[in-house]
Each structure stands twice: as C-alpha cells, then as structure tokens.
C-alpha cells in the first residue's frame, strides 16, 4: 500500500474549506463512500415517528445529566448523621447514600435541577419506548423484515424499566426502601431458591448494607451498557431496513418517499433534540418530582399512606394489590410438602407480566404465522385497515391498563369518595372483561371507520352546503375527493381468511386446521376498499347501492 | 414451505392476497404535486422567515445568561432556606429550557421554512441478494464441513459437554455475595435474653411503655428495648422487630386456645410487618379494629386474631404473647411464635421447628 499519491498525479484539492476537510477525512477514513451512501438518505416523515426520537433523547440526556450525579453521589449504607444545610433533617441518622441525595439537592447548586432533570427525563424514556412501541404495533411495522427489530425494542423496554428501579431505589429514602422492601417480598415468595435470592443480594437480612452499592452498580454501567448496545443495534437495523412509511400516493414497499437527511431531515430531528431537552427543563424546573427531603431516611417502621411507585412499576404492583390472599377461608397461600408456595404473590408478580411480555416477544411470529404472510413490507397499515391487530393491541393495552390504575386503588378511593374495596372488587372484574370489552369495541370502531373510509371514497367528504332541487328535495352536496386523498383511502389491501392447506404429504394436519381457524377469525370482519368499478357505479347512479354491496362483502372463501 | 419469498418486496409467495388481484383496483396516481411555500416565492415571506430563526436563536442566548446569572448570583449557603433551592432551581430550569427550546425550534422553523421541503422518492434495495445467499449458504457449508464437527460426534458431544458445563464457575462465584440464610428470619430481638423478658418500647425513642400508659383505643408503634442501641443490624433487626400495641375492649378479642394469656388486659401486640411482601402496617382504624397496609391494602382485623379480611396477604399478623412486668412496664414473654414479615420457602419448616 505505497505511493497512494504518485507525483504524476496532482493531488485533488478542494475549492471549498469545507470540501477541504471532507476531503482531509477521507484520504484518511475513506468516509466519502460512507457520506455518499447516507448523506442524502430519504426518511419518510411523519409526528409519531417522533416517539422513538423522543427516547433516544432522553436517554441522550439520562446520560448527561446521571454522569453530572455520579460525581456528588456516595453509594455507601453506612451510618452517618446528616449535616447539610436541610434544616428538619440536621443530625438526623440516616445512611451516606441518603445524605449525599440531600447534598445534591441543596448544597450542590444546580444539584436539585439535575435530580429532576434526570428523574423526568426517565420517566420520560420508559413512557416513550412504549409509546413507541405502541405505534409500531398499531401500525404494523413490526411485520417483515422488521421482527428483530421489534424483538430489540421489546428488550429495550425491559432494560428501561430495570434501570428506572434500579436508579429510583439509590437516594435510600423511605419511599424507595419500601419499595426495595416489597422487591425482597416477592424474591421472598419464589420457591426453592427464592430466600437465598434475597440473602444474595441484599448480603443478609434485608435491609443489610449492601444492597444500595450493588444497584448502583447495575444502574450506572450494565444495564446503561445494555442499552446502549441495544440502541446500536436498533438503529443500525433501522438503517439497514430504512424507514417504514405511511401509505399514501407514490408510496409503496418498493420505495422511500421523504426528505433526505441532509440537510433536512438531520436539521428537523438535530433541532427536536433541543427541544425534547428543553421540555424535560421545564418540567425539571417548574414541577417538584420525588422530593426525597420530604420522606426522611429509610426506616422499616414508618410509611405514608398513598405511596406510588414510578409509572412504570405500576403495573405490578397493581397487580399485586389485585391477587385476593384469602378467598373465603381458603388461603391463596399454600404449604404443600412442607414447604410455602406464595401464589398470592408470586402469581401476580410473575403471571400477567409474564403474559404481556411473551405475546409482545412472540406477536410477530404469531401474527405470521396466521396470515402466512411472507412478504416484505415496507408501507405501514393505518390500524383501521388492521381492524383484528388493533383490538388485539387494545385489549393487551386495556389489560395493562387495569393494573395500573389498581396501583393507584387507594388514591382513586380517597379522591373520589368511594370505598376501596369497591374499587378494587371493580377492577378484578375489569382484569377479566376488561380485555373483552376493549377487543370487541375496537373491532368495530375499526370495521366502522374503514366503511367511512368507503363512503366517502366513493361520495366525496360533506361539503355542508343544503343545495334544494327543482323537485324540492334537500340534498347535501358531497365534494368529490381528488386521486390523491382518494388513494390514501383506498389504497390498501384487505385479505380473505385462508383456508387449511395440506403440507407436502398432502395432509391438511391438526394445527394447519387450527391456523385456519385463527386466520378465519383475524380476517372474517373485513371491508374491502372500494375499487374504480364501484366509484363509477356510485358517480353514474347517484346512488348509494354500490357501498351496501361492499360492505357485506363478508369473504368466505371456503 | 414452499413458500420463501426472495427478499425482495412485492413478491407474494402467499395466498394471503388471494382474490385481491381479481379486482379491479385503484392505481396509483403517484406523488402529490409539490406545492410551493409562501417562503419560496415570496422574498418578504422568507426574510421575515429568516428574522424569526433569528430571533428564536437570540431568545436562546437570553435562556443561557439566565442560567447563568440564576447560578452565580445565588447562592447556597448554610441556612438557605428551601424558597432559595426552589428559586434556583426555577430559573436554571427556565434558563435552560429557553436555551434549548431556542435553539430546538429555530432550526426546526429554519428547516420547515426555508431548507428544501421537496419530498423525494428513493428505491428500497433488497436487504440481500440471491447471490450473496447462496455464496453464504455454502460457505457456511464449508466450514462445517472443513471443520469435520458432522463427523466427529466424539470432537462434538465432548465440546457441548465442556461448554455447557463452564459456565458454573460463573455463577459459583457468586457464592459470596451473602451469607446462607439458615435460621436468621426465624428469630427476632423479642427473645428473652439472659432469662431477662425484653420490654416493649416507643418507636422511634426507646421509651418502655407502662401498662397504664395504654388507654383503650390508642395505639404505640412499639420497638424491642435495646433495639437504638444496637451498633450493627440496627435496621435488619428492626425490620422484623416493629410491632404495633392497641388496646381494646377485652370482650372484643375472641382469643383461640392457647393464646388467652397472650393479651394483657385488652392489650395487645401484633408484629407490623406485612405477612404479604413486608411493608409495615401503619393504618389502625379505631373504630372498626382493623389494621390496614398501605402498600396494598392488606386488611387485618383485630378481633379475630388479625386475620386477613381483604386484600392480598394470605397469613394473620404473628402475634407477640405480652404480659406486665414488676414495675408496671409491658414485656414480650417469647419471642413470636411463627417467623414475622413476607412468606419465604421454608417458612413453615421454621415455624414448625419453633412450636416443637
């Protein structure tokens, strides 16, 4: 590898400073081939895909701010007694970790904002990874080729709430260390092994000494690390796949409709940077999140009534406080052998957790599974013309749901004059129905948007203009759409259920037959989207027939 | 299968689709006409487009020097009250929400305003190509076969064997993160100690509490004498030690055989951590006689040995047996008869071992 520059050949050399130093980059790196591939790479655009954006942000953030905490903060459980500037709390006996909270908050200046700059700012990357997440189910863009993604995104969401608990237990207050106290609970309930568990990582009896020096551990390198080897491998998948779209006119799986990333799209999302860090500013400025000063150190005796985990948690603590441990005179907890089996705690620690993660895990596969669908797609489903995924979504949503307003059962008793044992006997119910309603309404407000779609497709959208004709009747004048909002109506494709096929045997097999009674359930409630044939019926007769035909279209292709 | 698409897209390999392509179907129109911004053909409109960008960036110079000015002009010191933290903190959160969204929204103006805002179309690639499968395919191939693993079981079950198993000391290693649990949550600081019966004390100062002192419907959040003056496990010990003292009406209590001398004269002592996952049990409602966690609204009643009427924990409060001492002051007489707090695997094996 000599003489890269012969002196036959004249150097190259920029006319520009800045071709200068692209130029200087490149005859080191070699990044021009790299800037040609992505430098006018096309994003589709679109608000919610700015959820995800908003999570990278506030990890960005996290990042920032938590490095600023980690120089002032003492992981150490030993005694101390505090003597910061914190009036109520002088010489009050409390461990070093929780000292060093109030440190930060009142004697480190600008110490305070950071706590609430990084404790919203997490708050806020749990709730936009499921955001996120959410709009990537409704609207299908976990589909082929983008299962992994979603499998990466699924971890993503595990790894932001173990980070949220983990960082929310480190200032050792009351709250928190009651919250630890309710984690060693349910380690407790696990069978077999679940005392040494507890032994194990509190080094002892809970509370020990330990435990505070460990999480601190987990929540500034590992699961950081995690996430952002995750965050490397999502976004690399992201370029790999590029961006799903919306559908529309002149969009489809073959191409990339949007604005290129320089300078456009890099100004738009580099910009929202800046404002997604001027939110979290805001409400870091403006409202107080856990005042720790208010709870004193951590004492296994007190508690205030109304305690709340952070958001995330909510839901199983919620359904932990759903599980009845008694039901009549029969106690939920059973010893059998010998031995304690807590199914009082454990199930619901571990049960509808379990349940919520393993059909978001799987969703993708099972999905295609029904379907059968093997191709590629690249052009996101409007989550009405997906009227079964979206009550799927909404019932597993509605569930979720449930559970984390039974984290708030005392609040909603006490605020609402309402007796808590009421609430929470109601929200048992809902645990169950909940779902059902939620799937059942969805469908059909789905199914009912989709004739909407139809209707005016066909008949153009209200003008609001009452026009009387000569005969006398009042007609309200409907203006046609023109192709362009008509495709985004159209445009999309409603397949039939499929029926059992035989394997290579020639064998229609037990659970083909059960694939095509699921694909017959996904697929039967469907409204075809209106063809040109109908749109001239509707234009040459005036007449609504032509929709009715349609929506009937129950396919069943058996 | 029969059924793998070839990556590339709008190749439907399935059936999914059937009958869609029968129909008559809308095409296509294409991408919208691009309509032009007021910006674009107008230079007055893209002046005042470019003064507005400015301006935004100029608000954000402002939210700096306001953090600024916020951090140095106040300061901390001893005696500042919790007004001057919070005034501080409003203004570096203002200052820097200024200079943030200054900046965020002028360049988020700037691009929708005057940068290019033509939409275009670029091709989607296959993520690969049926060449580069099958050079991978039978690589892939290769290697096993050049390794000989296929025909090598010996080479091959030994290797699964020791790689299964190597990770063990990975995990031993862990060993010494915490002691065995053995026998410590079998136990409280409630035993008498040296035949001396421990005395019940306030919580948090330490105080023995009198008989007398204990008047029907209050309550005491009661600690074990000695318990402050511990120098390690002060709070591990604590954490199973708290109890809760009321005192009822002695008709009221319905003691089960074996327990009517656990009471003193319609007091009473129950342990206050949670039978479901720990959290003390801090609400007496008086007026009923029931003890309520507000963790998650464990429900115990008083009058029927605190046993649990709602709510998720499955076991009653353990009970401390009190009695009165020479000089008026309440004492444990045992430590309690069951192992207190969360339920774990071999809680019942303790309890069993401590009523032998």
Redesign the interface.
Known sequence: MSAVSTPNAPAFVAKTKGGRITNFVDERVGGSGMLREFGR??FP?HWSFMFGEVALYSFVILLLSGTFLTFFFDPSMAETRYQG??MPLKNVEMSVAYSSSLDI??????G??MR?VHHWSALLFVASVSVHMLRVFFTGAFR??REMNWVVGSVLLILSMAAGFTGYSLPDDLLSG?GL??I???I?????????I???????????T?VIGRLYMLHILLVPALILLMIVMHLFMVV???HTQYPG??R?????????LG??YA??A??????????V??????FTINPI?NYGP??????????QPDWYIGFV?GA???????IGNW???Q?WF???F?F??LV?ALVPAGILFTVMFMYPWIERWI??????H?VLDRPRNAPTRTAIGMAGFVWYCVMWAAAG??LIATHFHVS??DV?YWLRTLFFIGPIIAFVVTKRIALALQRKDREIALHGRETGRIVRLPHGEFIEVHAPLD??K??KL??F????P?PA?PN?NGVVDKKEKRRAKLSQWFFEDRV??????ELEAAHGHGAHEAIESGETQK?L?R | MGNHSDGSPNHSGTVATAGQNEVEKFQDPGLPPHRLRLADTDPKAAKRAERQVALLFGTSVVGTLIFLVAYFAIDLGDGTGIATVRLQNMLLGLGTAFAMLGIGTGIVHWAKALMPDHEVSEERHAIRTEEDRQAAVRIVDDIAEETGIKRRPLIRNTLLGAVALAPLPALAIFGDLGPRPDDALKHTMWAPQDGKLKRLARDPDGTPIKAADVTIGSAFHVIPEGLNELHEHKLEEKAKAVVLLMRLNPESLNPSPGREDWAYNGIVAYSKICTHVGCPVALYEQQTHHLLCPCHQSTFDLTQECKVIFGPASRPLPQLPIAVDSEGYLVATSDFKEPVGPSYWERDEHERSINA
Do not use: C
């Not at chain 1, 494709?493 to 039939?496: A, G, I, K, T």
């Not at chain 1, 075809?528 to 044939?533: D, E, I, K, S, V």
């Open positions: 790479k096309v655009d500037s914190y908050s009142f004697d480190v200046r600008g305070l904002f609430q082929k080729p009651n106290r309710i060693d609970g349910v407790k309930s696990i069978p077999v092994i679940g005392t040494y507890s032994f194990f990582l509190f080094g002892g009896e809970f509370p020990g330990m790999v796949h590029k006119p002149g489809n799986d073959g191409n990339v409709v949007g604005y290129p300078p456009v100004a738009k580099g910009g929202f940077f800046f404002i997604v860090f001027g939110v500013a805001l409400m870091a400025g403006f000063w951590y004492d296994p005796s007190p508690v205030s009534a109304g305690t603590d932990l406080r759903l599980m009845p441990g008694t106690s939920v907890e010893v010998g031995q304690v807590s009082n705690v619901p379907t059968k669908d093997d191709r590629e690249h059962s005392d808590l044992n929470t192709e362009y008509r495709y159209v445009g494709e409603s397949p039939s499929l096929e290579a075809a989207p209106a063809t040109p044939a396919t292709s």
